[in-house]
């Protein structure tokens, strides 16, 4: 590395998995010579690493563009990559002037190549799906020290009718078992001790020869990986194996994000999501006859089209009686090209109904969590030690196996520290705790 070594700058947006490629393309990047830096200005390359997800998520792509166009250093190269960069590809360049790169998800190979042009005034756009990348020979440049993404499936398969994911994400692939296993071990001799491994369908890994009850008894094998968790899983794809699996492998931690997306049958079919309101409400309940002590999140949808009041009540039904402990609420986002834009208008559920709903649902949510919460005080949990507290002074936030964020005091020494901490206060979805210190046994007398 020299003074001379190009900088490259990567803002992400979205998903996990999102992060987990800017990991990649970084890696790719320092392979390439490049050094990354942690600042847009100044830097050589910069990177916006999109989602699609919803109008919102590019509405603030677009903002974010024209501020880094005016403070960017001249003769910046500007890229844009992920599902935002698949979805829009030429729209962009043609929009953005200052853009001369754009590169969907499994365009990252082609990266050094394509900034070497740009240098030369060349625009590109890659956007070709890859069936057989995985970015295998990339080390990733990981940003957090103390748990590692590992994707293990790209694209998406399902056809959820709200969602732009197979589109800018293409088909679903799996990694194989064995490549999975050799990142976990080096991660592990990184000295990180939690893995995530990622997929929009997580549980339906499939490399060909092995399944996801396979995939997390093989991660589990490694030697010092003490967290497993994954991202996301689709709640009827939950087969006995992989159950047995998540509570006969220590490490896989008793916490499940189960995107529910809504508890009405009616609205489920219409999203073409695979389980009615009864199917999941059964998964809930084998999950947690398999996993003593799980805690569940999720993610819902409001506003959907055709959505009705006695819809949305089913939702909150399904939300006290499942008592999620934390959960992402979307209002409907219309996304141009997806099946749920093509449902007749009459079907549009108002902004304003929409609003009143999501603020319900919030609110619902957040009754329960706090009333959960409040009975965890003075219980005893295991926490790692994952970075240090935003708002400051002298804390620390680490989380216990089953999700819960813990902010403890002490500094940033304790990084990656499993420590026992006694639960003493809740903001009613966040703790605050004390280390406990394991008192000795007394050594018996006579
Ligand atoms: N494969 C993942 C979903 C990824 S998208 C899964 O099944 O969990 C993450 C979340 O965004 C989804 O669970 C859904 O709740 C939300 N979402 C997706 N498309 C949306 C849209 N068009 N409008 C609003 N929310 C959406
Ligand atoms: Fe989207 Fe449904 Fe796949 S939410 S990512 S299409 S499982």
């Avoid at 929009?200 to 991660?219: C, H, I, K, M, P």
Wanted: net charge negative; proline share 5%; with cysteine.
């Amino acid at each position: 590395m020299t003074d001379t070594s190009p900088t490259v700058y990567v803002e992400t947006y979205g998903c996990q998995m999102n992060v987990s490629d800017s990991e990649l393309m970084l890696g790719n990047l320092a392979a390439h010579g490049y050094v990354a830096v942690d600042h847009p200005d100044g830097a050589d390359v910069i990177l916006v690493n999109t989602c699609a997800i919803r109008e919102h998520a590019e509405t603030r792509v677009i903002g974010r563009l024209g501020e880094l166009r005016r403070n960017m250093k001249p003769g910046a190269i500007v890229g844009v990559t992920g599902c935002m960069a698949q979805r829009l590809g030429p729209q962009l360049l043609e929009k953005a002037k200052h853009v001369s790169v754009v590169i969907g998800p499994d365009g990252y190979r082609a990266l050094p190549a394509l900034i070497d042009g740009a240098r030369r005034g060349e625009r590109a756009i890659a956007t070709t799906f890859d069936l057989e990348e995985h970015y295998e020979d990339f080390t990733p440049r990981r940003f957090d020290k103390v748990k590692a993404w590992i994707p293990v499936q790209r694209g998406c398969d399902y056809k959820c009718t709200y969602c732009i994911v197979p589109t800018t994400r293409g088909p679903e692939r799996s990694r194989k078992l064995l490549d999975v296993v050799r990142e976990t071990e080096a991660v592990v001799a990184e000295g990180m001790s939690e893995v995530v491994l990622l997929g929009q369908t997580v549980n339906s890994y499939d490399d060909g020869e092995f399944d996801f009850a396979d995939l997390l008894r093989a991660v589990g094998r490694v030697d010092g990986v003490r967290r497993i968790r994954f991202t996301s899983p689709y709640p009827n794809d939950f087969t006995d194996r992989v159950i047995a699996a998540m509570g006969e492998v220590d490490a896989v931690c008793e916490h499940v994000h189960l995107p529910m997306q809504s508890g009405s049958s009616r609205v489920l079919k219409r999203m073409l999501r695979r389980y009615n309101r009864e199917g999941f409400i059964e998964s809930v309940a084998k999950l947690r006859a398999g996993i003593p002590g799980l805690s569940l999140t999720t993610d819902v949808i409001v506003g959907f089209p055709g959505e009705t009041d006695e819809d949305f009540e089913e939702t909150l039904d399904v939300v006290r009686e499942v008592g999620f402990a934390e959960a992402f609420t979307f209002k409907f986002s219309p996304r141009a090209g997806t099946p749920a834009t093509r449902m007749p208008a009459e079907l549009t559920v108002s902004d304003e109904v929409a609003s009143e709903r999501l603020a319900r649902l919030v609110d619902t949510i957040r009754t329960i969590a706090r009333a959960a919460n409040m009975r965890e005080l003075g219980r005893r949990y295991e926490v790692l030690v994952e970075k240090e507290a935003r708002r400051g002074g002298d804390l620390v936030q680490a989380r216990t196996r089953d999700f819960k964020t813990v902010l403890i005091p002490g500094d940033a020494a304790l990084i990656g520290r499993y420590l026992n901490v006694e639960l003493t206060g809740t903001t009613g979805s966040t703790f605050t705790g004390q280390i406990v210190r394991e008192r000795q046994p007394l050594p018996m007398a006579g």
